[in-house]
T-cell receptor, first 114, second 112 residues
Framework: GAGVSQSPRYKVAKRGQDVALRCDPI?????LFWYQQALGQGPEFLTY????????KSGLPSDRFFAERPEGSVSTLKIQRTQQEDSAVYLC????????????FGQGTRLTVV | GESVGLHLPTLSVQEGDNSIINCAYS??????FIWYKQESGKGPQFIID?????DKRQGQRVTVLLNKTVKHLSLQIAATQPGDSAVYFC???????????FGKGTRLHILP
């Protein structure tokens, strides 16, 4: 596709439910990032992949958060047993080459936990 | 901890005037500094970046200035237009293969 695509666009989950958020990066992009953005705040880093390798997961807030990118393209961010504080916009970004700071962001998935 | 932050949460500018958005950073190890624009309901959009060995870089209608002595970064937008209304984030990264750390953002309002 022309840009980074995220789905679903909006997700409402009951507290305790598991959710899976999908990211389709720009075709051929090596690097993929996940960020969490609370209302009125800047994006907070969650995790980073280079191809299928998860190089940094230091930003994942708890072991309820898990991300994968098994074939080095599509990535899924999974949140288990969602809690109200997980409510945020989850942003995915990809960049084409190693050494490229121009990361392209998707529109995000707005997760609301009720 | 080390972070990237902004001085003002909101900036109002008359249409046609120049805008200057400021940012203070604390991580002296960062090698790249980046400005992003985020419109409502959209993801951040790359505007311009600058490497730590530079002090100025120009793009189309935008200029980024880096003052490493006082750890200050600014974005100048020339002839501000209504389409420039957005939240602007400064960000930094230790190197080009690493995560990007965002500051809190400045909302730019364009007055008619």
């Amino acid at each position: 596709g022309a840009g980074v695509s995220q789905s679903p666009r909006y997700k409402v989950a009951k507290r305790g439910q598991d959710v899976a958020l999908r990211c389709d990066p720009i075709s051929g992009h090596v690097s993929l990032f996940w960020y969490q953005q609370a209302l009125g705040q800047g994006p907070e880093f969650l995790t980073y992949f280079q191809n299928e390798a998860q190089l940094d997961k230091s930003g994942l807030p708890s072991d309820r958060f898990f991300a994968e990118r098994p074939e080095g393209s599509v990535s899924t961010l999974k949140i288990q047993r969602t809690q109200q504080e997980d409510s945020a916009v989850y942003l995915c970004a990809s960049s084409g080459q190693t050494g490229d700071t121009e990361a392209f962001f998707g529109q995000g998935t707005r997760l609301t936990v009720v | 901890g080390e972070s990237v932050g902004l001085h003002l949460p909101t900036l109002s500018v008359q249409e046609g005037d120049n805008s200057i958005i400021n940012c203070a950073y604390s991580n002296s190890a960062s090698d790249y500094f980046i400005w992003y624009k985020q419109e409502s309901g959209k993801g951040p959009q790359f505007i311009i970046d600058i490497r730590s060995n530079m002090d100025k870089r120009q793009g189309q209608r935008v200029t980024v200035l880096l003052n490493k002595t006082v750890k200050h970064l600014s974005l100048q937008i020339a002839a501000t237009q209504p389409g420039d209304s957005a939240v602007y984030f400064c960000a930094e990264t230790p190197n080009r293969d690493d995560k990007i750390i965002f500051g809190k953002g400045t909302r730019l309002h364009i007055l008619p």
